[in-house]
Every structure is written in C-alpha cells, then in structure tokens.
C-alpha cells in the first residue's frame, strides 16, 4: 500500500523499549483529545482518548497524558512491538460539535 | 461490527475530469464525516453530516466539491472538475451520536490520483 507521512518526524526504537510520541495542541479550549494510529493503505484507527479534566487515562499497554498548562499531550507505549509501527496521529476537538483537528503525525518504527 | 466502507479504493483521473467516492458508515451511526489526507499531513475535515443534514461544509471547496447523504445512511463526496492538487486520500468516518467527545471511526479511504 501507499506510504503515510513520508516526511513526518520518526521516532525508532528497539523491540520491547518504552515508546513516547508526543503532540502539542493549538486550542487551550479544547476539552476532549484522541490519539490515533494509521498503518501504510488504512484509515486512522482509535487508540485512547482522554477528556480536558482528566490528566492521564491508561489502556492496554498505552497512556495518554494531558498537561494543559502547556497545551501537550504524549502517548506511551509499554513493550513496543513490531505491530506497533505506524504513523500516530493526535487530534483535539476545540469546536461546538464533535469536529477533530488532527496534528502533524510522528512516523514509529520499530526495530527487531 | 462491520467497518465504515469505502469505494473505491483507488482512483486515478485526468485534471478537469469528474469523480465520485462513496461511504457507507458504521451501522445506526447519525453522523458521517468526510475527511481529506494529503501524502505526509493530518487529515483535514471536510464536510459533517447529522443523518442527512449538513451541521458544517465550512472547509469544503465548493466551487468544486459537493456531498450528500440523501437518505441520512450512504454518503457521495464527488470533484468537479478534478484539480491537481486534490490528489489525496479521502476518508469517511463515522461516530454513534454528533455529541461532543465520542470517537469517530474511519474507514480506509480512496486514494486520488489527478495527473
């Protein structure tokens, strides 16, 4: 399939390392932030998302952190493995509706 | 649960000509979203319906994009007439409600190709 982010900032790390990929957002009123993982030929799929009063949310080895006093957010991914490479997304919901504006993305590459 | 669908997957036309993606969302979801993915960026959204009303097309060209989503399930975003710089992928998603905070679900798009 077709590549993602050919010139997205890439972050590689070893097999069974801790990842973190970090998002600074735009809109200090945004309340409701997601985090979302695209491999080469597919859509953005869900990972975690957290809510604005919230300041850490744990999944299945991943951790969203919110810090809004310098409007950023990271996910951490424990154990990375193969399967993890793709290129994430994080995205803020700062309008009335329910509209998401998504960042720039970090490619991650896992090496074996 | 079946996924958000897309066709087609690919698509590559001439500039000036017309094209036309279609979407059918995640079963009983109110609201679809059409977003569009340049090689390398985010997605950028489009236009959002709530069942087959438009809530904002604000980002959409229209002097050359349309969409609709007649019957408030299925969706069409059609190009006319195609540019170059609208080669992209165009993606359709799709959430339960248009309450704020509720994840959207996307489907594997269509990827443009305009020579």
């Known amino acids: 399939g077709e590549s993602v982010g050919l010139h997205l900032p890439t972050l590689s790390v070893q097999e069974g390392d801790n990842s973190i990929i970090n998002c600074a957002y735009s809109?200090?009123?945004?309340?409701?932030f997601i985090w979302y993982k695209q491999e080469s030929g597919k859509g953005p799929q869900f990972i975690i998302d957290?809510?604005?009063?919230?300041d850490k949310r744990q999944g299945q080895r991943v951790t969203v952190l919110l810090n809004k006093t310098v409007k950023h957010l990271s996910l951490q991914i424990a154990a990375t493995q193969p399967g993890d490479s793709a290129v994430y997304f994080c995205?803020?919901?700062?309008?009335?509706?329910?509209?998401?504006?998504f960042g720039g993305g970090t490619r991650l590459m896992v090496k074996p | 649960e079946a996924g958000v669908a897309q066709s087609p997957r690919y698509k590559i036309i001439e500039k000036r000509q017309s094209v036309a993606f279609w979407c059918n969302p995640i079963s009983g979801h109110a609201t679809l979203y059409w977003y569009q993915q340049i090689l390398g960026q985010g997605p950028k959204l489009l236009i959002q319906f709530q069942n087959n009303g438009v809530v904002d097309d604000s980002q959409l060209p229209k002097d050359r994009f349309s969409a609709e989503r007649l019957k408030g399930v299925d969706s069409t975003l059609k190009i006319q007439p195609a540019k170059l710089e609208d080669s992209a992928v165009y993606l359709c998603?799709?959430?339960?409600?248009?309450?704020?905070?509720?994840?959207?679900?996307f489907g594997n798009g269509t990827r443009l190709t305009v020579t």
């Open positions: 809109n200090s009123a945004s309340d409701y």
């Open positions: 998603a799709s959430s339960s409600d248009r309450a704020r905070n509720s994840p959207l679900h």
């Open positions: 995205a803020e919901n700062e309008g009335a509706g329910n509209m998401l504006t």
């Open positions: 957290i809510r604005s009063n919230m």
